[in-house]
């Protein structure tokens, strides 16, 4: 397997024409790449490294030196790190090669790149529209740093070119944006014959708020906070991401303690959300009682959280440097106590759930996403590894104190509902023994280090694996340690996609059930 | 004469107030059983009474259907109170209790329903409706068949005449054909009534539902109407299998201390299938839509079943 | 199955009482209700909740208030699948400029009487999201608004006060 090592040889002795081949450390490979050579120098990671572009960052940097730069951030396989290209667009000339045709996970950055910036992809098959809506003034591109705040929203009527299917009995079924229970927003046109479902659209961003926007010029505390609100069930793993980049860009390291306070926190997350979603997928077979259990688990282990973090979902208790709270002896033995018997309870709920012939009935070879599928689309997190993808970034990229304590990654092979939602038991279990091993190695010592000012137009990355799956957040500093530019991508990104494929052949009433067992986040698509 | 009208609008009032809290006592029951308080069995009640009080929201695209299937619904729910022995085997309309006259007030709800939730022009409607009918087409021949296994034995198809007989005679009931017959028409009634396994009467989820999904358009009076049709279409299913199968109580004559004795064994034997209700809504799941018709020509087929060993076991 | 049913008998009812000593404030909000609102609406609630742009963490705590713990049920509130059956809209978040007209269908299509809580500090006053090009304002600037839970997020206790706080005051 190359390292970056290995490869920064092979890439100066490849005539590719690259500049400034730079290791930044020992899992991370920065080059600047000739607009006109990006698409081989793609191709060239795609079959020398099986490298995958995970991260597309596009920066307006015209007040800088008059060009738009791009960032891409290609994760090589296996656990050999990442490879960050960087390519220059002119700004008289804003166009870039796209790389849509290679990776559907491209293409759709690309899209959002399109309307966000105005940039155009050349070759890019779909340039739909995808984070603004219909009615947005067409030239109209928020995250330009000159775009000025417009007024002049226009609904002409037109509808979302979507994909239609015609032909004998074939009728369409639509649903949302506001769905029925309490759930984020977001848009489904099914395509049906009878009950059985041929092809699925969906339209989100209805939450697009322009967060990105908002992180700009923004102070680490305010970026801090807005990090904490991306995704709500995910306030921890994306806060810790956000943190990481940061401390990446300073090149501090934080302390022991704190790197363990982090495993507890993210795992304390992981835990909450994995056994409410095992509820909610027991629910929607109609097993109610399961999923009343479930929430009380839920219940008790967020007013854990309150007693530990005070936060009932742990907003702010991390910090870019450390952590913000520490915990005392009384309440690590109350964190153990809870936690031991929350688990305990998971698993005669976990037993009476697929042990019922008719949940197992409904479970079964639902919604299956098939492992060729899901590399293709470069699915990640849980249902990745429930369609057989072995890859965990708290494994693949070490983080926190994930490098010091064993940590079993969770996969199974069916890729259906039963796959993801076995996935989802088994990290739980899991997660309550991590904060078990992590509470019990806490090391002593300092919360927090201090951090220095950020380098102005440097840029980092924080690769967090939270409990849906890899978040990214890529930093760039900015004048008097504000920051400058942050792109966040959530798993939601990459994983919304492939649920209108496991859906295919599947009946109409067995879509909450699939999207369940997904249980994607809207807002931390939709921004 | 005015006993005999007395006789019928008591029915029919016990129908109308008993219908809201057996469906609160199968929610109260089933909160129980999820490790919760719940609300109070008069819940229902309080729903229907505020809804009763709202405004009535239509959306432009529908036609006089829409408006006029809630008040057709309750009628009928209403007429089979008046035919069906609730409470007496001596109720004045009692002679027009026959199985397929009361099968053929229900369809006509059922038929009015679907083209109600086709009217308002939404999709979930439409989805709902297609599915309600499909199983209503599965269901009812059961319910039918099912009956005739037990009116052949007892010798009639009249309603009366059958509790009559049995009552009398309750050995004849000490039979397999009895025992098969009940189970068909209970899951046809669960399947008729929207219940688990076959449709989740607390989803929200609006791709899975079967009955839901046909009145999600409907508001105020006339959702009322809707949801109190349902509750009473409950109500009258599980008396019938209570008296059918369980005659004991049923009074024979129209005097009031055994009207009083009917009104308490009534109220036993239905807090016992609500109870029993709850349980198996508790332990099961949905079943997958497809599965549905499976289940259905299963219950087709014990009835059947019922039929032949009526026949041939006498 | 058995085990099931053991596992029912062994469980708790862990539905928390709702007692003068233990949270007067409800307790006093509960009374009034009997005697202004119970009119209106009696004691059945039905709610509709609707994100116009929050972050799922309001959404979370508002599932909450299903758990055995709160049980909303009991107090005769549940939540709806049609805006056409509901007497209530729980709106959360800032209101995103992509769902100011879905939110606003949502508020007609719900027949009268009918109240809306603003639930969150972003639903108060967009929060954190405040000036973000997506969002066009808090709940108050597309409806009527009859109360609101500040938080982020609210706890379930503060949703569940300010929603009878919210009939309470309903005229």
Request: proline share 6%.
């Amino acid at each position: 397997m190359a390292d970056v090592h290995g490869l920064k040889q092979r890439l100066d002795s490849a005539n590719l024409n690259l500049n400034n081949i730079e290791v930044r450390s020992p899992r991370e490979l920065r080059v600047s790449v000739p607009r006109q050579r990006l698409v081989g120098f793609a191709d060239y990671l795609r079959t020398e490294v099986h490298a995958r572009p995970e991260l597309i960052v596009a920066e307006d940097t015209r007040l800088e030196d008059r060009r738009f730069t791009m960032r891409y951030i290609f994760d090589m396989e296996g656990a050999a790190g990442v490879v960050i290209a960087s390519v220059s667009v002119p700004a008289e000339d804003p166009t870039f090669p796209s790389l849509a045709t290679r990776w559907y996970l491209a293409s759709r950055f690309e899209r959002e790149i399109h309307d966000l910036f105005g940039l155009v992809p050349t070759g890019h098959p779909d340039l739909r529209r995808l984070p603004l809506h219909q009615f947005w003034p067409p030239d109209y591109h928020p995250l330009l740093k000159d775009a000025m705040v417009r007024q002049d929203f226009y609904d002409d009527g037109e509808p979302y070119p979507f994909r239609r299917v015609e032909g004998e009995g074939v009728y369409e079924i639509t649903v949302g944006p506001v769905h029925a229970g309490i759930i984020e927003p977001g848009h489904f046109r099914f395509s049906v014959e009878g009950e059985t479902i041929i092809n699925l659209e969906s339209r989100m961003y209805f939450v697009h708020k322009g967060i990105e926007k908002l992180f700009e010029s923004a102070t680490l505390v305010q970026g801090l906070q807005l990090a904490e609100r991306i995704s709500g069930d995910s306030s921890v793993a994306h806060a810790l991401a956000f943190s990481q980049a940061v401390e990446s860009l300073a090149g501090v390291t934080i302390p022991p303690r704190a790197a363990y306070l982090r495993v507890v926190l993210l795992e304390l997350e992981r835990l909450y959300n994995h056994i409410a979603d095992v509820g909610a997928i027991c629910t929607d077979t109609g097993f109610a009682v399961a999923n009343a259990h479930a929430l009380r688990l839920r219940e008790d282990l967020l007013r854990l959280n309150a007693r530990l973090a005070g936060h009932r979902l742990l907003r702010g208790c991390l910090l870019p440097g450390g952590v913000a709270r520490d915990f005392g002896a009384e309440q690590i033995a109350d964190a153990r106590g809870l936690i031991a018997r929350v688990a305990a309870d998971f698993d005669q709920i976990v037993e009476i759930a697929t042990t019922n012939g008719l949940v197992l009935d409904r479970l079964h070879g639902t919604g299956r996403l098939n492992q060729q599928t899901a590399r293709e689309m470069q699915v990640v997190g849980v249902p990745a590894r429930a369609s057989g993808i072995d890859a965990d970034a708290r494994r693949d990229h070490p983080f926190a104190a994930y490098a010091a304590l064993p940590l079993r990654v969770v996969v199974h092979t069916e890729g259906d509902v039963w796959a993801r939602l076995m996935v989802r038991v088994e990290e739980a279990r899991e997660a309550a023994r991590l904060i078990g091993l992590a509470l019990e190695a806490l090391p002593s010592g300092t919360l927090a280090v201090p951090l220095d000012a950020l380098p102005e137009g440097e840029a980092a990355f924080g690769l967090v694996e939270g409990w849906r799956g890899p978040i990214w957040h890529w930093v760039v500093g900015g004048k008097k340690n504000t920051l400058r530019r942050v792109k966040i991508k959530d798993p939601s990104f990459a994983n919304w996609p492939a649920l209108n494929y496991a859906i295919l052949k599947n009946i109409v009433p067995d879509f909450p059930l699939v999207n369940k067992s997904f249980n994607l986040s809207y807002a931390g698509n939709d921004l | 004469m005015l006993a005999e009208i007395a006789i019928e609008i008591l029915q029919m009032l016990l129908v109308m107030f008993g219908s809201p809290l057996l469906v609160g006592v199968i929610r109260k029951a089933k909160a129980r059983l999820q490790g919760r308080r719940g609300a109070g069995v008069f819940q229902p009640c309080a729903d229907l009474r505020k809804l009763l009080a709202k405004e009535v929201v239509v959306s432009e695209n529908t036609s006089w259907i829409f408006r006029f299937t809630p008040y057709l619904l309750a009628t009928t729910m209403l007429l089979s109170a008046l035919i069906i022995p609730v409470l007496t085997v001596r109720a004045p309309l009692g002679f027009m209790g026959n199985i397929i006259a009361l099968m053929y007030l229900f369809l006509l709800g059922t038929f009015f329903l679907a083209l109600a939730g086709l009217d308002a022009g939404s999709a979930f409607g439409g989805m709902g409706s297609s599915r309600e009918v499909a199983i209503a087409a599965l269901a009812e021949p059961t319910v039918l068949i099912a009956i005739f296994g037990i009116a052949l034995r007892a010798g009639t198809t009249s309603l009366d005449g059958i509790i009559t007989r049995f009552a009398a005679e309750p050995l004849l009931m000490l039979n397999a054909g009895h025992l098969l017959a009940f189970f068909a028409l209970f899951i046809v009634a669960l399947a008729e009534n929207g219940r688990l396994p076959v449709d989740n009467p607390a989803t929200h989820l609006e791709l899975t539902m079967i009955h839901e999904a046909m009145i999600l358009e409907y508001s105020g009076r006339l959702l009322a109407l809707v949801e109190w049709a349902a509750g009473m279409k409950l109500f009258l299913f599980l008396t019938l299998l209570s008296n059918l199968f369980f005659p004991w109580g049923v009074a024979l004559t129209n005097t009031p201390l055994p009207l009083f004795v009917a009104f308490l064994a009534l109220a036993v034997k239905l807090l016992l299938f609500a109870g029993a209700i709850a349980l198996a809504e508790t332990s099961v799941a949905k079943l997958r839509l497809f599965r549905v018709p499976e289940l259905l020509a299963g219950s087709f087929t014990v009835a059947l079943l019922a039929v032949v060993t009526a026949f041939f076991i006498k | 199955m058995a085990s099931l049913f053991e596992y029912i008998l062994e469980t708790p009812v862990v539905t928390e009482a709702l007692k003068a000593g233990d949270d007067a404030q409800i307790e006093v909000l509960a009374r009034q209700i009997d005697d202004r609102a119970r009119k209106r609406f009696g004691r059945s609630l039905h709610i509709r909740e609707v994100d116009a742009g929050s972050c799922n963490g309001c959404e979370l705590e508002i599932g909450a208030l299903n758990n055995p713990y709160y049980d909303l049920e009991r107090f005769g509130m549940h939540f709806v699948a049609s805006p056409r059956h509901a007497d209530c809209l729980l709106v959360t978040g800032p209101v995103a400029r992509n769902m100011a007209d879905p939110l606003k269908r949502t508020y007609d299509a719900t027949p009268a009487p009918k109240i809306v809580v603003a639930i969150g500090d972003c639903a108060h006053d967009c929060g954190v999201f405040a000036g973000g090009y997506g969002v066009v304002g808090p709940v108050s600037a597309i409806l009527p608004v009859d109360a609101v839970v500040r938080g982020c997020p609210p706890v379930p206790r503060e949703i569940l006060l300010g929603i009878l706080a919210a009939l309470a005051k309903h005229p």
